[in-house]
Every structure is written in structure tokens, then in C-alpha cells.
């Protein structure tokens, strides 16, 4: 959820962290803070706010120093202020520590250390965590490393964390159990940070911290790690294929609406070397390297939280339509809690953009010890949950930066229905025609996303009518009803008006008592599908005098004539059209929020991964 990032080398250090604080900001902005040692001196300075409000206040301040860490905060325990903003000092100020994560057992910790004299200043969880190292260290003559494993050993809960020491200028030691650490290697200097985003700048040699492990970056040495248990391990270098020009907005005026236009390319890159349009054909190597895993489960549960859960329904569609395979979608958090019943014939497939969202992992923990079969979709290289799978699919659609999710949604939809091509052709449950028809279809939807693209000028325009829309009902059925979901959920994030999605057909069970001519109605109303029941509702909508607002395919005149507005999208086959209709959806709440005033990129309170419960 924070993000964290450190450096260690000749460099100064402080450009190096604010450039890393503003490219990991996406993963919270309530305050920020950075700590520096110069001179003998372990200098701590801390903002309420967004990294811009740090370097405001860091201008005045002795900035120098080649070794530091520093923080952006999404608060957890304590409300965003300058006392609760990290990096946090231990009593004596001799250390200084920067936290990702949730201690659970703060609270005993903290009556510990009250009664061995120490007091707090803030109301976080991390002040604890920093009191308790330095009363380890000081209790055991121990050096920084070695407290650090010793404190971890009394702690229960999710951390990432990295530590420096006033009288160890030549040191950074971090640590991390369920939330993500990544350390770059340059020459004679490291990088720490939350995600690589920081670091490709200056290297592309990593190493991602695994769980439990304790790194220490000293000044002129190696990279050490050992295991709180104290197991010494070798580090594995990897290569980064991420760029810069994918971190930068290229001109756009918000990552969104980069994101958003960049969907025709990522689309292509999450089927490139998987979807053959010469020969009408999907080869996925996950799938073929445990095929007899997928042809004989009896069940197949997909975990996820919020816009992946929605891909995971339009997933579930897909898969018991091509595969004949019951499928159940579980909010991971509900997932992990209430005892599901989980046998070793069943796959369970995780979903997450980031990798590292906590109830996901959590989940998957738990389907593991019941001995199932694992199948990760995940967007980051070297994350967790690609991690501790058995098998998966990465959706390469590149660093999303903006906060609510938009091309990787559409890239995990993408790999759902490629992964249920292929259970389904293997089984035999899917005929041929069909087959090929919809992997060259497939081959054709990124093309297809170019066309509804251009009409981004005239969404723009309509957009403007519904900024004082209180609230929004989005309306779609069969593979269209996670798209009303998606489609509420984008507007709710980034323009905070109330929106919900339902099935067209529940409409008459409730919501339809909230019509009126100031209630705007998205409808999903394409050719493909139930397309003569939604005409239906709409009809009842337009009795009550909602307005609508109507996605549709090209050419039709019936909804065009029913509709307040319309957004046209070209035909495909059923089980694609969240990938189209999906985009104009996106548009029409990043135009809204945009007119607003909103921050479209940095929602408020929300974090681009969620890696605490």
C-alpha cells in the first residue's frame, strides 16, 4: 500500500528518493518523508500530503547525504498528519525506519516497551516496530541486522521495512514478509524500493526480496541476506524488462487517459506469442505444461478484489461456456475467512494487477494447504503471488501507474478468454467453428479498440452533462453485467458519485424505484446477447424519464432512438464485448472526473495496491 525506497552508494541520495517517492506516489498520498545521514547527523523530514508538499518543506533543510531512505504514505494506523507520517525515529534518534504493511500485535508490543520506559509520539503501528528494534539492539549488544531479525521474530502481521542507523552511515538493512521488496544493483551503490519503478532508472539488475528474508546493503560489499530464522541465502539476480518511457505520461495529461489509448497495444502484447491469427490458434505454455490438471478438475474457483474480481466474472462466463466447468467467483477477502470448502481436484485462480494484494495472497495460501492446484494471472514480473503458484499467465500490460486499474483489466479479461479457448477446444467441449472463429475475432480486438478510441473527443462532450449526477445506475447482462460493474466502479473511484451496476433484469427488483429524470442510466445494449430483453428495460426506463446513457453496436437505430446518448462499438462475438464496451466506459468517468476537478490519478483515499487488509 505505501511506498518505500531507499539508496545506499556515491550518489546524493536525496534526487534519487523524491524521483522513486513520485513513481511509486500511485500507492499512497496522504504524507510523505525522508530521512538522510550527513555529517554524523540522522536527518528526519516529514509532510502531510503529496511528495510535492516533502520537497516544499525539504528546501530549507540540510538535504545532503548518500545513504537515506524514504516513504509516501497510505495510512493505516493513525490519520494523515505530519507526527504519523514515516520514516519514524526509535527514542534515542539513533535509527530511523520506513514501514509498508500492518503490525497486528502493536498493541502488546507497545505496553512492552511502555513499561521498559519508552513513550510514543505518534498513534502508528511502525513507531512500535522502530522502539522495539532499538530496545533489542540495545538489550542484546547486537549490531542493526541482527535486531532487526530478532524484533521481526517477536512481530505478527505484514511488513516491508528498511532501517538506517546514525552511527552506520555505510548501511541500510530491510526486511519483508507480505508485502513486496525489490533491491537494484548498480555500481557500488543499491536501490531499495516497493516495486521496480524507482529503479529502472539507473539499473536493471534486481533482486526480489522473498518472504521472511532480511537484506543488508552495506557501502562497498555484496548484497547479504539471511531469514529471520537466521538461514543464510544466495541472492538471485534477475533482469528488468520494464523502460522508463513506460513509467512517463508521453504527453497525455494523466496516466489514465495514456493508459486507457495504450489498451490497443497492451492487448497485443498480452496475445503476442500466444494467439497465432494465421492459424487460428492459442498456445499458452501454462496451460499446456498442466493440461491434465485443467482437463480433469471438477471445479475452478477464480480469487480476486475489485476490478479483478470483474474480470473474474466475465472469466467464469467464458469458461463454463467453452469449457463446461463450474466456476465460482470469490472475493478474496470473503475467500480467506469463511471456511470455503476447497478439494485437490479444484483450481483455484488468482488474479491480481500488482501481485502483491494481501487478501489475494492470503488466499492462495490457503487453497494451497487444502493441496489445490494454483493458477496465478498477474501483471508484475517477480511478484508474489506469481511467486508462490504452481502455474500461470502473466498479462504484460506494462506499469499502471493510475490508481484505478483500466488496461489491466482488460489484459486479465484477455487471458481469461484465451485460457478458456483453450480448456475448452482440449475437452472437446467447444466445437471448431466456434474456435476459430472467435480466436481470429480475438486477433482483431485491438484494431477494434483504435475505432471506439476516436469517438473520445464526442465522450468528452456529453460527459460534461452528468458532473452534477449524484448518482449513476450501469445496466448489462450476461458477459455485459461485470462490465456494469466495472463501469460504476471506475466512475465511484475517480469522480466520487455514487454509481451501481446490475443486472438489467434486477432492475424491476428495486433500483428501479431510484429512476428519474436526474438518475442517468448507463446501458449496455449490444447486438451480441440478450439484446431484445435490455431493449426492454431500457423501454421501462424511458417510461420513468431516466435519462440514458446507452453503449451499442454499430448500425443500430433502435437503441440510438431510445437513448439520450449513445456510444457506438463495433460487433464481435459475445464473449469480447467486455473488451470493447469496457473502454468507453472508462472514458466517459475519466471525462467526467477530468470537467470535476478531480484528481483522476490519485483518487482520494484509495492506493494502487492494496497490500494490507
Same mark, same amino acid.
Given at each position: ?25 500511485? $500507492? ?27 520537497? $516544499? ?82 538489550? +542484546? ?11 521481526? +521474530? ?21 526486511? $519483508? ?41 552495506? $557501502? ?167 511467486? +508462490? ?225
Amino acid at each position: 500500500m505505501c511506498g518505500i525506497v531507499g539508496y545506499i552508494g556515491k550518489q546524493e541520495a536525496y534526487p534519487i528518493l523524491i524521483r522513486g517517492l513520485q513513481r511509486l506516489e500511485y $500507492r499512497g498520498y496522504d504524507s510523505a518523508g525522508i530521512a538522510l545521514i550527513h555529517n554524523e547527523n540522522l536527518n528526519v523530514y516529514k509532510a502531510k500530503g503529496k511528495v510535492a508538499d516533502l520537497v $516544499r518543506f525539504a528546501e530549507q533543510q540540510d538535504i545532503h547525504g548518500t545513504i537515506g531512505i524514504a516513504h509516501t504514505r497510505w495510512a493505516t494506523h493513525g490519520e494523515p498528519n505530519q507526527v504519523n507520517a514515516h520514516p519514524h525515529y526509535s527514542q534515542s534518534e539513533e535509527l530511523a525506519l520506513i514501514h509498508n504493511g500492518i503490525i497486528e500485535n502493536y498493541a502488546v508490543l507497545k505496553e512492552g516497551l511502555k513499561e521498559q520506559g519508552y513513550t510514543f509520539n505518534s498513534d502508528t503501528d511502525t513507531e512500535v516496530l522502530i522502539q522495539l528494534i532499538e530496545f533489542v539492539k540495545k538489550s +542484546n549488544k547486537v549490531d542493526l541486522t541482527k535486531a532487526v531479525q530478532l524484533a521481526l +521474530n517477536q512481530v505478527v502481521g505484514a511488513y516491508a521495512i528498511a532501517v538506517i542507523e546514525k552511527d552506520q552511515p555505510d548501511t541500510i538493512v530491510a526486511a $519483508r514478509k507480505g508485502s513486496p521488496l525489490v533491491v537494484g544493483i548498480g555500481e557500488d551503490e543499491f536501490f531499495l524500493a516497493s516495486d521496480a519503478t524507482p529503479i529502472v532508472e539507473f539499473t536493471n539488475q534486481v533482486v526480489y526480496v522473498g518472504e521472511e528474508e532480511i537484506v543488508t546493503l552495506r $557501502r562497498g560489499q555484496e548484497l547479504k541476506i539471511r531469514t529471520i530464522s537466521d538461514v543464510e541465502k544466495t541472492p538471485e539476480i534477475k533482469k528488468l524488462e520494464m523502460t522508463l518511457t513506460q513509467l512517463e505520461k508521453g504527453g497525455y495529461p494523466h496516466f489514465m487517459i495514456k493508459e486507457i489509448f495504450e489498451q490497443p497495444k497492451t492487448l497485443s502484447d498480452s496475445m503476442r506469442g500466444r494467439v497465432n491469427i494465421e492459424e487460428n490458434n492459442i498456445t499458452l505454455s501454462g496451460f499446456i505444461d498442466n493440461k491434465e490438471k485443467f482437463l480433469n478438475a471438477k471445479r475452478i474457483i477464480i480469487t480476486a478484489c475489485g476490478t479483478s474480481w470483474h474480470a473474474g466474472l466475465i472469466g467464469k462466463y467464458a469458461i463454463e461456456e467453452f469449457a463446461r466447468i463450474p466456476v465460482e467467483v470469490e472475493y478474496s477477502s470473503e475467500f480467506r475467512y469463511r471456511k470455503p470448502v476447497i478439494n485437490k481436484d479444484d483450481i483455484v485462480i488468482p488474479i491480481s494487477q500488482s501481485g502483491e494484494t494481501a487478501d489475494t495472497l492470503a488466499a492462495v495460501e490457503l487453497a494451497k494447504s487444502k493441496g489445490a492446484f494454483i493458477f496465478g494471472i498477474c501483471n508484475v514480473v517477480g511478484a508474489s503471488i506469481p511467486r +508462490n503458484t504452481d502455474s500461470g499467465c502473466y498479462t504484460h500490460a506494462g506499469p499502471e501507474i493510475g490508481v484505478a486499474s483500466t488496461k489491466a483489466f482488460t489484459a486479465q479479461v484477455t487471458v481469461l478468454t484465451m485460457l478458456a479457448l483453450m480448456i475448452g477446444k482440449e475437452k472437446g467441449t467447444l466445437s471448431e467453428e466456434q474456435y476459430l472463429r472467435t480466436v481470429h475475432e480475438l486477433g482483431q480486438i485491438p484494431d477494434k479498440i483504435k475505432i471506439i478510441l476516436e469517438q473520445n473527443e464526442a465522450i468528452a462532450q456529453f460527459a460534461k452533462t452528468f458532473t452534477y449526477a449524484q448518482n449513476f445506475i450501469y445496466l448489462g447482462r450476461g458477459y455485459n453485467f461485470p462490465v456494469a460493474l466495472e463501469g460504476a466502479l471506475k466512475l465511484k473511484e475517480i469522480s466520487y458519485i455514487h454509481a451501481e451496476g446490475y443486472p438489467a433484469a434486477e432492475m424491476k427488483h428495486g433500483p428501479i424505484a431510484l429512476i428519474s429524470q436526474e438518475m442517468p442510466v448507463v446501458v449496455i445494449a449490444t447486438s451480441a446477447g440478450m439484446y431484445d430483453k435490455v431493449v426492454s428495460n431500457i423501454q421501462e426506463i424511458k417510461a420513468r424519464k431516466g435519462k440514458i446513457i446507452s453503449v451499442i453496436t454499430e448500425g443500430d437505430v433502435v437503441v440510438k432512438n431510445l437513448s439520450d446518448y449513445t456510444i457506438s462499438i463495433p460487433d464481435t462475438e459475445e464473449c469480447l464485448v467486455p473488451l470493447l464496451a469496457a473502454i468507453p466506459l472508462q472514458l466517459m468517468a475519466y471525462h467526467i472526473a477530468v470537467v470535476k476537478g478531480c484528481d483522476v490519478d490519485q483518487p482520494r483515499n484509495l492506493a494502487k495496491s492494496v497490500t494490507v487488509e
